[in-house]
């Protein structure tokens, strides 16, 4: 057996007691003795006067400033704590000073002075002289002090002052009568902000000072400021300010005096009380082991961490190292063997999974070594974490997004190589650089300064921006900065990921070509147009001016259509574009506004004659048969309605309108003719009228009801849902369709009413589908973009899902595109509060307003419904196939479902399954049904009769 070397009780050490054992815990008992001496100077201010009280406040002072340069110059062979004796030697000083204010102080027999100057002078060139040594002190955490030499210059100082305070005589820094002098007052100011600058100071000293003598000499320099102010306040020396700030000063010394007592004399006897318990309290398993293996002694830690140390001198190897790693290939065993120091080293525990960090160091006792101390320590988090960063250097460095790090000065201080492959830029071409290398120069300053006000708020930004790449290219970005903060609240660094969007924004642009312009004739469509014209409205109200809204329709178009066939009609409508665009000016603009129907827009024109002049232009045009390959030519006419703004309307609604109502006047009177619009036109306006007043009665008399058109999948041809259309039948006026009413509905103010309508009835029908279908039956309700307006509608469609018992899937909100125009912050917040009850949110139309790529991606949309105006000649027209491609694939990329309204033959259908869409509504599989021939169907459907052999 190994011999054991007990040296048990060469190690043995006190126990700290209790009170030294918390030396860093702030004793308030400290307060009892100044607030003691405070109690006595008070009763003796009360009842022998100021100049008692302030002899003895000051000779406390004083006795305080001897003690300290006493007791540091004694210990300081033992501490050699410069910054002490600095301190120590300097309130020696500053204590004689102290002594001359007192001694020179008006109403003490020692000196023949009339008035206080002389005792202030003393006191501000100390004060000064003790702020300066306060801020002056830390330069001796690391630097020697010539303490005899530092003697004598504080000799000098003081004999310099003393000079200066008894035969300077200016400035006063006191008037009888009148108080304290400015000077006297911007001085103590002085020496508050010293004093403040070095609180600061050493409230960053970090853990050079400990914390309780930090906590004194902090606490000591927040009296002393304290003091510093009520010496601005007095107007009479005797004053109670004055008072308050003797008080002051003596709380200041008092911590002072603390502070070195702690460090001198109470800490190194708390250091070696402490000391004792410091093996015992290492919170890591440490041993002492023998050159031959065997565990002598062990601390708690190692006792609780393996239990198995109660045996006899068990083996180190055996119970504390790594059992795949024999004892003779142990690195830790070879050095116990040697007994020779190991740097830290990380062993790994595979059984465990655990990794431990060992370190040896060798135990002398005299001059021999009585074995070797073991410390071991789990690091498995920090391994961990290291594995952790190590797969966040991967990532940054595989992303596919480009990455920049910036520090708080926005240097680039990393890139990852996706922002090289994405800019061209090498690492070391923009490290230490500003982003702003990058610039395209296509923004202006204001975007710029928009974009760091935003992250300035709210510590983020996300647009998109252009940038110029090395070679001189610029490309679009999707970019997103986030500023990073420390613990403390500052700004560290800045990140920011972005993505090159250049293809995301190609397919935007022919995306937006293919909403705002006509396949057909590549004019700009209804809905670019109605924009054009808008924007000319506002143009001729700023200006005072007037613009002229042309409606034109082909004579009899309709039966060149029927009778000589679609591609015939193609081919006249792309003939008339050319030749009506050819008429017009460069400044002219001309819109399909659909089938047949052109529109025209006129601005900067001197009168009607010029208006007139364009119009028998256009008509002239298509004078000239259109000729074909194949067939006779045709003679086409024309009839032009002619609306101007402001006269006959000062909206785009309200000019469409007058402009039609005149070109069924031209038509009335005969082809080829146009005509200006009259009041006499507005018949429609009567019917709007009875309308908006049966409207508001229709809900009370239960005039409307629901339809459900049924919703089917494409691959399993199973009803899904349905989409719920709200009608409306009315006495006088029979049936009215839903585009000619909900228009008037929002604009009257009852459309929330009719939509909860609506809602509730849609909402109990579910509940019986559910039971009659095997599917997740879901119902589809339209909400205008007016009910959006209404705050508590997230809140009425939870209360009417909770009242039919139905989850947030079981309903699915459409909108259309315009809505999302709108970024008001009600509208979001209000999509984003239904998305996140998980009820689905469908675009509805789409294709036809304004489509967009970036709404998609900000809005919580699920679903797009492809209108049933593209799906109608998508077998036929080629445009309207690629549009529908185009916005399936756009769809699943973005992860949304796909609706297709409209389907009414096989071929539709089969041409929308190969495009691989999701889900279709038309009647090729119902027309919309009433509640009970709804539920008839369900549960009478059979896939399979729909399904291709």
């Given at each position: 057996m190994a011999k054991k070397t007990d040296i048990s009780g060469r190690l043995s050490l006190t126990p700290a007691s209790p009170t030294q054992a918390s030396v860093a815990t702030f004793d308030f008992r400290l307060f009892y003795m100044p607030m003691f001496l405070t109690g006595i100077l008070v009763l003796i201010n009360i009842n022998y006067g100021f100049l008692l009280f302030h002899t003895f406040a000051e000779l406390f002072s004083i006795i305080v400033g001897v003690l300290m340069f006493v007791v540091v110059w004694s210990t300081h062979h033992y501490t050699r704590n410069d910054f002490l004796l600095y301190l120590g030697i300097g309130y020696f000083w500053i204590a004689v000073l102290d002594t001359l204010h007192t001694l020179t102080y008006k109403g003490l027999p020692f000196f023949d002075i009339s008035g206080p100057n002389i005792a202030l002078q003393f006191w501000i060139y100390t004060r000064f002289l003790e702020a300066v040594l306060l801020i002056t002190a830390p330069l001796f955490f690391r630097h020697r002090l010539k303490s005899h030499l530092f003697i004598w210059v504080g000799g000098i100082i003081t004999t310099v002052v003393f000079l200066a305070s008894i035969y300077i005589e200016e400035p006063a820094l006191f008037i009888e009568g009148k108080g304290l002098t400015q000077t006297k007052i911007v001085s103590e100011y002085i020496i508050i902000g010293i004093v403040t600058i070095a609180m600061l100071i050493y409230w960053r000293t970090g853990k050079i000072l400990s914390s309780r003598v930090k906590s004194f000499m902090l606490i000591s320099m927040a009296f002393t400021i304290g003091a510093e102010l009520s010496f601005t306040q007095y107007i009479d020396v005797y004053g109670l300010s004055n008072q308050v700030g003797h008080i002051f000063k003596l709380f200041s010394f008092w911590m002072i005096y603390q502070a070195i007592i702690q460090t001198t004399l109470k800490h190194p006897f708390s250091v070696m009380s402490l000391a004792a318990d410091s093996y015992e309290a290492v919170p890591y398993p440490v041993v002492l082991v023998n050159q031959d293996g065997f565990i002598q002694q062990a601390n708690k830690q190692a006792k609780k961490d393996y239990p198995n140390l109660v045996s006899d001198t068990p083996s180190v190897h055996n119970l504390m190292h790594p059992k795949e790693i024999s004892e003779n290939e142990c690195i830790i065993c070879q050095h116990i063997q040697s007994l020779k120091t190991l740097v830290p080293t990380v062993l790994e525990f595979p059984d465990s999974k655990t990794w431990r960090l060992f370190s040896l160091s060798p135990l002398q006792i005299g001059d021999e070594t009585e074995g070797i101390i073991q410390v071991s320590t789990d690091i498995t988090r920090q391994i961990q974490a290291q594995h952790e960063l190590q797969l966040a250097g991967n990532v940054f460095d595989n992303l596919a997004e480009g990455i920049m790090v910036t520090d708080d000065q926005l240097r680039l201080i990393s890139v990852n190589p996706a922002f090289t492959s994405i800019t061209g830029y090498e690492a070391d071409d923009v490290l230490g650089k500003s982003p702003g290398i990058l610039k395209s120069g296509r923004h202006k300053p204001e975007f710029y300064q928009s974009m760091w006000n935003e992250i300035k708020k709210t510590d983020s930004w996300q647009g998109e921006i252009w940038n110029r790449r090395k070679d001189g290219s610029i490309y679009p970005e999707l970019l997103s900065i986030s500023a990073i903060r420390s613990d403390e609240g500052p700004i560290t660094n800045y990140v920011a990921a972005f993505t090159d969007i250049t293809l995301m924004k190609n397919i935007e642009d022919k995306l937006s070509h293919l909403t705002h312009h006509d396949p057909l004739t590549e004019l700009p469509n209804r809905l670019l147009f109605i924009n054009l014209l808008e924007s000319a409205i506002k143009r001729a109200k700023r200006s005072g001016k007037k613009a002229a809204l042309l409606f034109l329709d082909l004579d009899d178009f309709k039966n060149i259509n029927d009778s000589l066939g679609h591609t015939v009609g193609d081919t006249v409508l792309i003939n008339v574009a050319e030749r009506l665009r050819e008429s017009l000016r460069s400044e002219d603009m001309i819109g399909r506004h659909g089938g047949d129907e052109f529109m025209v827009l006129l601005e900067d024109f001197k009168s009607n004659?010029?208006?007139?002049?364009?119009?028998?232009?256009?008509?002239?045009?298509?004078?000239?048969?259109?000729?074909?390959?194949?067939?006779?030519?045709?003679?086409?006419?024309?009839?032009?309605?002619?609306?101007?703004?402001?006269?006959?309307?000062?909206?785009?609604?309200?000019?469409?309108?007058?402009?039609?109502?005149?070109?069924?006047?031209?038509?009335?009177?005969?082809?080829?003719?146009?005509?200006?619009?009259?009041?006499?036109?507005?018949?429609?306006?009567?019917?709007?009228?009875?309308?908006?007043?049966?409207?508001?009665?229709?809900?009370?008399?239960?005039?409307?009801?629901?339809?459900?058109?049924?919703?089917?999948?494409?691959?399993?041809?199973?009803?899904?849902?349905?989409?719920?259309?709200?009608?409306?039948?009315?006495?006088?006026?029979?049936?009215?369709?839903?585009?000619?009413?909900?228009?008037?509905?929002?604009?009257?103010?009852?459309?929330?009413?009719?939509?909860?309508?609506?809602?509730?009835?849609a909402l109990s029908q579910v509940n019986k589908w559910q039971k009659l279908s095997s599917q997740n039956m879901s119902v589809a309700v339209n909400f205008s973009p007016r009910q959006f307006m209404n705050p508590e509608l997230s809140d009425t469609i939870m209360t009417h899902l909770d009242r039919a018992n139905l989850p947030g899937e079981a309903l699915e909100i459409e909108i259309t595109e315009s809505l999302l125009l709108n970024q008001n912050e009600l509208i979001i917040d209000t999509l984003n509060q239904i998305a996140a009850q998980n009820i689905q949110i469908a675009i509805d139309d789409f294709g036809t307003g304004y489509s967009a790529l970036r709404y998609l991606k900000n809005f919580p949309i699920s679903v797009v419904k492809i209108d049933k105006s593209f799906i109608q000649d998508v077998t036929i027209k080629t445009e309207d196939a690629i549009l529908v491609k185009t916005i399936i694939l756009m769809a699943h990329g973005l992860g949304m479902g796909v609706v297709a309204e409209g389907i009414e033959t096989r071929q539709q259908l089969t041409f929308y399954q190969v495009e691989d869409g999701d889900t279709a509504q038309g009647y090729f599989f119902s027309r919309p049904l009433n509640q009970d021939e709804f539920i008839k169907t369900l549960t009478s459907w059979d896939p399979k009769k729909y399904k291709t052999v």
């Open positions: 004659e010029e208006i007139i002049s364009t119009s028998e232009k256009l008509i002239a045009a298509l004078e000239d048969p259109i000729h074909f390959h194949d067939r006779k030519p045709l003679y086409v006419g024309m009839s032009i309605g002619i609306a101007i703004c402001p006269d006959n309307g000062d909206n785009s609604e309200q000019l469409i309108k007058n402009a039609d109502s005149a070109m069924y006047q031209a038509k009335a009177t005969g082809r080829n003719q146009f005509h200006f619009h009259t009041e006499e036109l507005n018949a429609q306006a009567s019917r709007r009228l009875v309308i908006e007043t049966q409207l508001r009665q229709a809900l009370s008399n239960h005039e409307f009801s629901v339809v459900y058109q049924p919703k089917v999948n494409v691959k399993t041809y199973e009803i899904e849902g349905a989409e719920a259309l709200v009608r409306w039948h009315n006495q006088e006026l029979g049936k009215v369709p839903p585009e000619e009413f909900i228009p008037i509905a929002e604009s009257v103010g009852i459309i929330d009413e009719l939509g909860e309508f609506v809602l509730e009835e």
